[in-house]
T-cell receptor, first 109, second 116 residues
């Protein structure tokens, strides 16, 4: 089935560092979404992007919807220990939300 | 506001047994869906529904049935469980399912299923 190419697969960073992850697709999407999942819980929406070129922030998180509509990136600035988790990108078309395989983030204090 | 509620949280089945995973949402969302999450595979769509009485297959529908008799509920049935169905199952809903503004996907907390 179709899945998005999400990279990196995992990251180990020091507290205070910035983090960058991205997703690419061979298909065009109308919407890009970024989720965070913590152990034992469902994914929680972080940022939603609805327009090509859109740049949106949510606190220390910033995400962009690529101009080609085939990619998106998520940046986390000044990471803290509670940023630990798995981050998923998702592309949304009509009635189908396609997810990336996730980026597992670990923050070393 | 409870959001998306899934029950049970954990379940162990023997091969060949049947069971139903429950999902309910109280946000008046038309679109509901089921995903399975396996290590290294991300989230894969099993079935989805765009409204009461309407269901359709996702990318991995084999071995699963769904129905949507009400807007609020979207149960997932395993008719004859197999070890390959060991996974974490997530139910998710959105207002319209079209990916448009104000219609992101909201997830429940999952059901962890083990089939022995």
């Amino acid at each position: 089935g179709q899945q998005l190419n999400q990279s990196p697969q995992s990251m180990f960073i020091q507290e205070g560092e910035d983090v960058s992850m991205n997703c690419t697709s061979s298909s065009i999407f109308n919407t890009w979404l970024w989720y965070k999942q913590e152990p034992g819980e469902g994914p929680v929406l972080l940022i939603a992007l609805y327009k090509a070129g859109e740049l949106t922030s949510n606190g220390r998180l910033t995400a962009q919807f690529g101009i080609t509509r085939k990619d998106s990136f998520l940046n986390i600035s000044a990471s803290i220990p509670s940023d630990v988790g798995i981050y998923f990108c998702a592309g949304a078309g009509t009635y189908k939300y396609i997810f990336g395989t996730g980026t597992r983030l670990k923050v070393l204090a | 506001n409870a959001g998306v509620t899934q029950t049970p949280k954990f379940q162990v089945l023997k091969t060949g047994q049947s069971m139903t995973l429950q999902c309910a949402q109280d946000m008046n969302h038309e679109y509901m869906s089921w995903y399975r999450q396996d290590p290294g595979m991300g989230l894969r769509l099993i079935h989805y529904s765009v409204g009461a009485g309407i269901t359709d297959q996702g990318e991995v529908p084999n071995g699963y049935n769904v129905s949507r008799s009400t807007t609020e509920d979207f149960p997932l049935r395993l008719l004859s469980a197999a070890p390959s169905q060991t996974s974490v199952y997530f139910c998710a809903s959105s207002y319209s399912g079209t990916g448009t503004r104000n219609s992101p996907l909201h997830f429940g907390n999952g059901t962890r299923l083990t089939v022995t």
